[in-house]
């Protein structure tokens, strides 16, 4: 054995937040609950934490919605939805049998009192005050509906306010996405939200924050002290944020031409990584430190006027073409789509951070449907060596290093550098070091959600978007949209499905002599499977 080789009991597991977790009992109402996400994504999530036992000591979970069922006919419907759904498969019939007895099904109407009784009295029966009174409302609904429930609640003394977390019981909200359209239906939803609950009750979710890797950047960039003393202006050229997907809109054509990709991926998601990637190290690892500096640098970003959205900002929309090999109608013929939808599928933009540490530095954001493959990734793009040596000779050949985190898939992280090419000659090339989720953990990829209703249950909100947050992120968003108004997209805002997107994106790094970075698949065909 080389005196290099560690065995792995050496690497020491620091853990952290252990005790935090003590989950207490508590009962879980979803509201909404015969639509999609319920059975794609918060039955199977609940499934596996049952499966792996992290669910409290006793706890159950109510369906709420308007068409009429019973807890059998829900439980067998959520039971054939998990076999399609599930990460794990098959599903395991026992644990299955174990959690479907904690599933019940209450049919009534969101703006009705008595279904609030009802739902009181089904909270009662089951014989314990903590699964009466501890109490995790997901609102699964159409946001123009939360207002209604959360009164509602309120009314039927199902929802107590409380400012802070110190009560013996506790109720909590947690809201999906969209959270409003815009700033003012933002404010107007906090206001809603925030009538009968504190802002320490309400967790507003971004699926985003719950993928490992998303979190890892804290992690990454804040325990490891080779990186962090490399970024800033200093050593950085610009920082790549790619979400690209490889779908089209599909049968969400509705959905999409209210809010089109930069309020369905840019407001939230990209802005989400964004502010992790680049944010100031947090006083500490609490909730509120944590988020108070990522709404410091949502602030820090410089604000985008018209001339800066018309230089800053590419759009785009996708017209028909093949992705890997297979015809794709475009996005004017997808379901429910207007044909002459001005509508962007696509959403480039360069932003700059006006602070100490990012001053004068791109940080290069784009997103969309219908783009070569589905991947996520930030690119950290560091300076070029000075012009001697090498790099004289070499010129544009010899590559700057990059950092790349792969958020998804092939989730990891690769550091690109250069090294001499074997041989008598004089060559160099860059080479990289990867590290590879799978490879060091192995393959245990739990879904977002399992993390962030494991953390609404425990009454952890540094996963979830604070209310500030939210605003701050629609403020940007606004200033862009206001800009593009309803101007008519034109022809160099078309790409061709199955392409990385309108020429003008490329533009928009070109001037400053840089390009995109593609995200690399390793075994794409493997991962599409
Ligand atoms: C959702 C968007 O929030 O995120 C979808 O509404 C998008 O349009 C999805 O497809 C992407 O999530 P993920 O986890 O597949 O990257």
Same mark, same amino acid.
């Given at each position: 054995?080389?005196?290099?080789?560690?065995?792995?009991?050496?690497?020491?597991?620091?853990?952290?937040?252990?005790?935090?977790?003590?989950?207490?009992?508590?009962?879980?109402?979803?509201?909404?609950?015969?639509?999609?996400?319920?059975?794609?994504?918060?039955?199977?999530?609940?499934?596996?934490?049952?499966?792996?036992?992290?669910?409290?000591?006793?706890?159950?979970?109510?369906?709420?919605?308007?068409?009429?069922?019973?807890?059998?006919?829900?439980?067998?419907?959520?039971?054939?939805?998990?076999?399609?759904?599930?990460?794990?498969?098959?599903?395991?019939?026992?644990?299955?049998?174990?959690?479907?007895?904690?599933?019940?099904?209450?049919?009534?109407?969101?703006?009705?009192?008595?279904?609030?009784?009802?739902?009181?009295?089904?909270?009662?029966?089951?014989?314990?005050?903590?699964?009466?009174?501890?109490?995790?409302?997901?609102?699964?609904?159409?946001?123009?509906?939360?207002?209604?429930?959360?009164?509602?609640?309120?009314?039927?003394?199902?929802?107590?306010?409380?400012?802070?977390?110190?009560?013996?019981?506790?109720?909590?909200?947690?809201?999906?996405?969209?959270?409003?359209?815009?700033?003012?239906?933002?404010?107007?939803?906090? =206001?809603? *939200? $925030?009538?009968?609950?504190?802002?320490? #009750? +309400?967790? %507003?979710?971004?699926?985003?924050? @719950? &993928?490992?890797?998303?979190?890892?950047?804290?992690?990454?960039?804040?325990?490891?002290?080779?990186?962090?003393?490399?970024?800033?202006?200093?050593?950085?050229?610009?920082?790549?944020?790619?979400?690209?997907?490889?779908?089209?809109?599909?049968?969400?054509?509705?959905?999409?031409?209210?809010?089109?990709?930069?309020?369905?991926?840019?407001?939230?998601?990209?802005?989400?990584?964004?502010?992790?990637?680049?944010?100031?190290?947090?006083?500490?690892?609490?909730?509120?430190?944590?988020?108070?500096?990522?709404?410091?640098?949502?602030?820090?970003? =410089?604000? *985008? $006027?018209?001339?800066?959205?018309?230089? #800053? +900002?590419? %759009?785009?929309?996708?017209?028909? @073409? &093949?992705?890997?090999?297979?015809?794709?109608?475009?996005?004017?013929?997808?379901?429910?789509?207007?044909?002459?939808?001005?509508?962007?599928?696509?959403?480039?933009?360069?932003?700059?951070?006006?602070?100490?540490?990012?001053?004068?530095?791109?940080?290069?954001?784009?997103?969309?449907?219908?783009?070569?493959?589905?991947?996520?990734?930030?690119?950290?793009?560091?300076?070029?060596?000075?012009?001697?040596?090498?790099?004289?000779?070499?010129?544009?050949?010899?590559?700057?290093?990059?950092?790349?985190?792969?958020?998804?898939?092939?989730?990891?992280?690769? *550091?690109?550098?250069?090294?001499?090419?074997?041989?008598?000659?004089?060559?160099?090339?860059?080479?990289?070091?990867?590290?590879?989720?799978?490879?060091?953990?192995?393959?245990?990829?739990?879904?977002?959600?399992?993390?962030?209703?494991?953390?609404?249950?425990?009454?952890?909100?540094?996963?979830?978007?604070?209310?500030?947050?939210?605003?701050?992120?629609?403020?940007?968003?606004?200033?862009?949209?206001?800009?593009?108004?309803?101007?008519?997209?034109?022809?160099?805002?078309?790409?061709?499905?199955?392409?990385?997107?309108?020429?003008?994106?490329?533009?928009?790094?070109?001037?400053?002599?840089?390009?995109?970075?593609?995200?690399?698949?390793?075994?794409?065909?493997?991962?599409?499977?």
């Amino acid at each position: 054995m080389s005196q290099y080789y560690v065995p792995f009991e050496d690497l020491k597991v620091c853990r952290l937040g252990e005790a935090r977790r003590a989950l207490e009992p508590c009962s879980i109402v979803i509201f909404g609950a015969s639509g999609d996400l319920t059975s794609r994504k918060l039955i199977p999530a609940l499934y596996h934490l049952c499966k792996e036992k992290q669910m409290p000591p006793d706890y159950r979970i109510i369906g709420f919605a308007r068409r009429e069922k019973t807890d059998e006919s829900w439980r067998a419907e959520l039971r054939q939805a998990l076999d399609q759904f599930s990460r794990t498969k098959p599903v395991d019939g026992a644990v299955w049998n174990e959690f479907a007895q904690h599933i019940y099904y209450l049919q009534g109407d969101l703006t009705e009192p008595p279904a609030f009784k009802r739902l009181d009295e089904k909270l009662g029966s089951f014989g314990s005050e903590p699964l009466r009174r501890n109490l995790l409302f997901y609102l699964a609904t159409m946001p123009s509906q939360f207002g209604q429930a959360i009164e509602q609640l309120h009314a039927a003394g199902l929802l107590e306010k409380k400012e802070t977390n110190g009560a013996k019981t506790w109720q909590r909200i947690v809201v999906e996405k969209p959270f409003g359209h815009d700033l003012e239906s933002a404010h107007q939803l906090n =206001r809603e *939200l $925030t009538r009968y609950a504190g802002e320490s #009750q +309400v967790f %507003r979710i971004d699926h985003y924050l @719950g &993928k490992e890797t998303v979190q890892n950047i804290l992690m990454f960039r804040f325990s490891n002290s080779v990186f962090e003393r490399l970024w800033n202006r200093e050593s950085i050229d610009h920082l790549q944020i790619t979400v690209s997907e490889d779908l089209g809109v599909g049968q969400r054509g509705g959905y999409y031409e209210e809010a089109g990709a930069l309020r369905d991926m840019v407001q939230n998601h990209l802005l989400q990584v964004l502010s992790l990637i680049a944010m100031e190290p947090p006083v500490s690892l609490d909730a509120e430190s944590i988020r108070d500096e990522k709404v410091k640098l949502l602030k820090s970003i =410089r604000p *985008l $006027t018209p001339e800066n959205v018309a230089r #800053q +900002v590419v %759009r785009g929309q996708y017209f028909a @073409g &093949k992705v890997d090999g297979e015809l794709r109608v475009g996005y004017r013929q997808e379901p429910k789509v207007k044909p002459d939808s001005n509508v962007e599928t696509y959403v480039a933009l360069e932003l700059f951070v006006d602070n100490w540490r990012w001053s004068g530095i791109p940080f290069y954001l784009r997103t969309g449907k219908a783009l070569p493959l589905s991947a996520s990734e930030v690119r950290v793009q560091f300076r070029p060596t000075p012009h001697v040596l090498f790099a004289a000779e070499c010129g544009q050949d010899l590559q700057p290093n990059a950092l790349s985190l792969r958020l998804q898939p092939n989730e990891g992280i690769s *550091l690109r550098f250069n090294g001499k090419v074997p041989g008598t000659s004089l060559a160099v090339r860059p080479v990289r070091m990867h590290f590879s989720y799978d490879a060091e953990f192995g393959a245990y990829t739990p879904e977002a959600y399992e993390r962030l209703l494991l953390e609404a249950m425990a009454g952890d909100a540094t996963l979830f978007i604070r209310r500030d947050e939210v605003e701050a992120a629609w403020k940007i968003i606004d200033s862009i949209r206001k800009s593009w108004d309803d101007k008519a997209l034109t022809n160099r805002e078309f790409y061709s499905a199955g392409t990385w997107g309108p020429v003008a994106a490329d533009d928009l790094l070109a001037e400053g002599g840089r390009s995109w970075r593609e995200p690399v698949i390793l075994n794409h065909k493997e991962v599409k499977k």
